[in-house]
């Protein structure tokens, strides 16, 4: 049984551009999260999905960051015109439904602006 | 604002040793917690997930959970160096689904 599959692994991305992390959950998980880690920081949560529905956004930069978990498909986290500040690694998370005891990491994505 | 607190460390113990952990929490309704051990550059695993007062066990890593005062721990025991590794303790928030995290304790396990 494969575990969460993050992509790309490592990211380097130039001020300005448009970094897309992607997220798929362990087989039979429904829920997704992504949580950021910035360096020497802790980690912090910043969206909760289900498929076609952000459930809690709260943690999430009021610009430029976005999340979706279509029907078919990964999880996406999108960031538009990234800034120096965005270097971080970036990990998601799932947990199956009806069961909240139970959240496996990715290996998370290493997101580098240059 | 739920907080949760950890002594950064390092915690050094000598091989074989046991290594206690410990995370105190803000909140006095909190019921469960998740502890997560972390090595550098690479994602939290996940060790154990506690919701009563009192002790679980799981192989060599016992939890404990004090209500009454607020503090949750982590024992690890017959402690090896592959044990060394940055140890996370997580609070569950919003619906169980959202986690809020103390900084970690570091621990080294030395030969």
């Known amino acids: 049984n494969a575990g969460v599959m993050q992509n790309p692994r490592h990211l380097v991305r130039r001020r300005g551009q448009e970094a897309r992390l992607r997220c798929s959950p362990m087989k039979g998980h429904s829920h997704v999260y992504w949580y950021r880690q910035l360096p020497e920081e802790g980690l912090k949560f910043m969206v909760y999905l289900q498929k076609e529905n952000i459930i809690d956004e709260s943690g999430m930069p009021k610009e430029r960051f976005s999340a979706e978990f279509p029907k078919e498909g990964p999880s996406i986290l999108r960031i538009q015109q990234v800034v120096r500040g965005d270097s971080a690694a970036y990990f998601c998370a799932s947990s199956p439904t009806g069961k909240s005891d139970t959240i496996y990491f990715g290996e998370g994505s290493w997101l580098t602006v240059v | 604002q739920k907080e949760v607190e950890q002594n950064s460390g390092p915690l050094s113990v000598p091989e074989g040793a046991i290594a206690s952990l410990n995370c105190t929490y803000s909140?006095?309704?909190?019921?469960?917690f998740f502890w997560y051990r972390q090595y550098s550059g690479k994602s939290p695993e996940l060790i154990m997930f506690?919701?009563s007062n009192g002790d679980k066990e799981d192989g060599r890593f016992t939890a404990q959970l004090n209500k009454a005062s607020q503090y949750v721990s982590l024992l690890i025991r017959d402690s090896q160096p592959s044990d060394s590794a940055t140890y996370l303790c997580?609070?569950?928030?919003?619906?169980?689904?959202?986690?809020?995290w103390g900084l970690g304790t570091s621990l080294a396990v030395n030969p």
């Open positions: 909140d006095r309704g909190s019921q469960s």
């Open positions: 997580a609070l569950p928030a919003g619906n169980n689904r959202k986690l809020i």
């Open positions: 506690i919701y």
